[in-house]
């Protein structure tokens, strides 16, 4: 299947038209952001690794019944999705304490949450992706009282499967950033991706953190990280390109 027109670009992808209404090319580019695009940079074969790390999970909730746009792998930057209207609501799943979370509540980073939290971020740049609540999403029709309900569900379902296979690599999953979409006929399933840049991975043992941290907080080892998180995960970790 061809690329076609371009229809979106994004800070990390590039989404592109097919020869189907339905389908269409999701591109993973190596432009790393972080603070709303207010640092930016480039992290070496982040493209290639997102998109596989992706897949793999996208591949692990669709075993457990989950709904996502995922498709196919058609090249190391490249997968197949389903054509969705993005519902403007980021979905934040929090396990425990950090980034914003601590700043905002004035807690120590790494606390363990009693049950996870699910928090909903309204999805706009020029206003730095501000928290909402739900009162404010169906107020302004972002999303309805049901629909709500259901991502709400399905987060917590996500993250359930999610921690569960993170474990198994040796990975705390902290909290990490959902997007849904709605296809044409309605359904609202999982979008965007599960990698590094959307998720916080720390080491079980020794906290080190596994992810786009590294590139917001000046640590190093960024390129070093995303390659563990693949290798841990059983994923090749060649970056040739195809």
Same mark, same amino acid.
């Given at each position: ?6 229809? =979106? ?60 746009? =995922? ?6 930057? /490249? ?42 971020? =309204? ?30 569900? /399905? ?12 474990? /198994? ?15 044409? /006929? ?57």
């Amino acid at each position: 299947m061809s690329m076609g027109e371009l229809l =979106y670009e994004g800070k990390a992808k590039r989404v592109f038209a097919t020869d189907d209404p339905d389908v269409v090319i999701q591109y993973f580019k190596d432009d790393a952001t972080a603070f709303n695009a207010l640092k930016k940079g480039t992290i070496a074969a982040k493209g290639i690794l997102n998109q596989r790390i992706s897949a793999h999970l996208f591949e692990v909730l669709a075993a457990k019944g989950i709904v996502t746009h =995922y498709i196919e792998t058609l090249s190391t930057r /490249q997968m197949k999705i389903r054509k969705v209207s993005i519902i403007p609501l980021e979905v934040v799943v929090r396990n425990r304490v950090a980034g914003s979370l601590a700043k905002r509540l004035g807690r120590e980073e790494g606390e363990v949450l009693a049950k996870p939290l699910i928090e909903f971020y =309204y999805k706009d740049d020029a206003l730095g992706d501000p928290l909402v609540c739900a009162d404010h999403a169906i107020a302004f029709g972002w999303a309805t009282a049901e629909e709500i309900v259901e991502l709400r569900v /399905q987060a917590a379902t996500i993250n359930g499967v999610l921690k569960e296979r993170l474990a /198994q690599a040796g990975i705390d999953l902290i909290d990490f950033k959902l997007e849904f979409g709605k296809t044409r /006929q309605g359904e609202i399933l999982l979008a965007d991706e599960i990698s590094p840049d959307t998720c916080r991975y720390w080491d079980v043992n020794t906290g080190e953190k596994l992810d786009k941290d590294r590139f917001r907080r000046d640590l190093g080892g960024v390129e070093e990280a995303y390659l563990e998180v693949a290798r841990r995960l059983g994923l090749p970790t060649t970056v040739e390109e195809d």
